[in-house]
């Protein structure tokens, strides 16, 4: 499973320096946090030095309906020419999701990428609504785009979804059942799912929803269709393993976990604190739990070259590539061509994690709410839940 | 068919076929081989209930002209095809019929191979596959679904040009367009041979060409391995629905472990109770089957 740099603001090195290092297989540029000219001059920069690499940009055309909003903030968004304020009710007209898309493919493809996100608006309630209408109708209307342009370039069709619409399972049924059934085929998949905020844990770390997630991968990938998952974080492997071929993260809490409020900032508030992926725990910890944990339950430290950089702390800049080489391990490690084999890796995985917790309980080394174990219940019952749906015994 | 017409009264309305003897019959329907200008055809009887009501009785005939249309249309030389008796009203007794001939495929039903025990090869399933897949796709290419695919409607040939051939439209349904069959509440179908989706209640809303796919992983999975999955002479008839809905069939392999492990997982595949978690491609499958030969 490939993974890919959520690109957001902060660009920085930590593109060049993943891809130099072999953390990361690509990135997803976001054009609210770039400059149109330096967002060309970056990828051209990363496909010259690393020409293996993919490279993406999501048109971020999902906050179109929440434009006129007064809190809003676009970035760079409005330098693009496919991207102003639309009603629903004009993106539910055919013809106006296709100039959409085609002024949104003529000038990404022009950025030097090496595929195509097209975009989409936000699923923000359920499946069954006007606005799965209209999210449906761009697909419809891409793949058409796309297959009658011709190009090389392969198409990744937008699909962006709340948490919320991934709990009614007869809805989410229905959806999957249409999407994978369109008149023009598709070949690729950009796959968000939306919480309330990036650093609401339960949003995403819910039974119903990742076990949806993760059908949405299968189905897809039944079918043929290739997934890449935005946002997807420390879920990845799970998805993975339901058939995606890429998960995506980046620096930011707002960069590993999507929500429309990223595009709403509250004012105020102090940086994050510096944080450390567990590959054994799933989760992350904070920095200096990570160090007073290190010597009591050693096997929460990854025994990774970047496990180096917390010696205290690493630069704010740095620790995403501590995220990157674990996630990778991760993937490796758990995804498998076999879709029973890589149930049972994240299964012992989830386990293991279990276990990691006890050692840590035993212990009696409190930890920060974000650090503790609540995520495990979600995705030992979602591994369960997905089983049973996909029928894997 | 309950109270069959006598076949010497069958004759009677039917005079250009000549020794007629019943092969087969359905809720409305008696299918008899005879000799009609030289040669054996398929001859249907069909009943068409009015209800005494002539809005109902131009429905059924509505439906069954549409269904004979439907096969005229056809091309694939994987379904069945009309023969030489045109579809006409006849009346035996007080009864309405129609009656028509398809041609009479020879062969051997897979019905009637798995009576006798016959293990297919590889080559065999996927063979047959491959037939029911290329009917399906012409099928679907016309927005209908057969829904009815079963062992007892695929006859094995032993013809190269044609080695199965995909009998009886009775109750194909035109997806999007007119109903080829009554929207009467009555599930459709034959009780283990119905997809999953078509126990919910709205499923004409929904229904598309997968579940034929369903039916063709069900009847390749039953000849495959002698067993339909969903048939337990332990349990009461009336919870075979239940377990179309909940129970998942044994891997293949468990059943065939000398079959290729790509070919159990494909059949396994198309048995999926989510339709969106079967592949939808034909075109695909065909491919995948082709490989596999």
Known sequence: MKLYAQVGFGLGDKVNQGLSEGLIDGAIFSPKD?????????????????????????????????????NISLGKLPEWDFFREYRKGELEVARNARVVIERCFDQVAQMGVTGLISPNILVSQSLDSREA??????????????????????????????????????????????????????SGIYLIVAGRASDARSDFFHTDVLANWMLLNLSLSVNGIRVINGYSDVISPFLGVAGGIAGATGWWSNLRMFSIGRFFPAGGGRQPRIRYLSKALLNRLLSNE?????????????????????????????????????????NSELVSEDMMTGLGNCRQAVERA???????????????????????????????????RAELG | MRDKPDIGAVGCVIPEASNLVEIGSGGYKVVYRATVAGEEQAVKLVRIPTDGDGEIKEENLGRLRREIALLSECESPFLVKLASIEPREVVIGSDLFVVYSEERVPGETIRERMRRKYEPSIGDLAEAGLCLLRATAELAGKGVVHRD??????????????PAVLLDLGIAFQ???????????????????????????????????RADLYTIGLTLYEYASGVNPFRDPNEPGYTTLYRIKTKTPAPLVTHRPDLSIELCRLIDQLLKKLPALRPSSISSLIARMEGLK
């Open chain 2, 175 to 209: 997806t999007g367009g007119t109903p080829l069959t009554r929207d009467s509440g009555q599930l459709p179908g034959t009780l283990h041979y119905i997809a999953p989706e078509m126990l919910d209640p709205k499923f004409r809303q929904n229904l598309d060409h």
């Open chain 1, 290 to 330: 990570k160090q007073a944990l290190e010597g009591f339950v050693p096997e929460i430290v990854n025994g990774l070259a970047h496990d180096a950089d917390y010696s205290p702390e690493p630069e704010r800049a740095d620790e995403v590539l501590q995220t990157w080489e674990a996630l990778r391990d991760l």
């Open chain 1, 34 to 70: 770039l400059q149109l000219s330096t967002m060309m001059d970056r990828i051209t920069a990363v496909r010259r030095d690393y020409p293996a690499a993919d490279v993406f940009i999501d048109p971020q055309f999902y906050t179109s309906i929440h434009a006129g909003s007064p």
């Open chain 1, 354 to 388: 279990r276990q990691a917790y006890a050692s840590i309980a035993a212990a009696g080394l409190p930890l920060d709410a974000s650090s503790r174990d609540d995520h495990l219940d979600a995705m030992e019952g979602a591994l369960e839940q997905f089983a049973t």
């Open chain 2, 149 to 162: 695919i079963k062992p007892d409607n695929v006859m094995i040939t032993g013809v190269p040009e044609r």
């Open chain 1, 133 to 186: 209408v209209i999210a449906k109708n761009f697909l419809r209307e891409a793949a058409e785009v796309h297959a009658a342009r011709g190009g090389n370039l392969p198409l990744y069709a937008s699909l962006v979804v709340c948490r919320e619409a991934l709990q009614d399972r007869a809805e989410f049924e229905e959806f999957i059942n249409d999407i994978t059934m369109l008149d023009q085929a598709l």
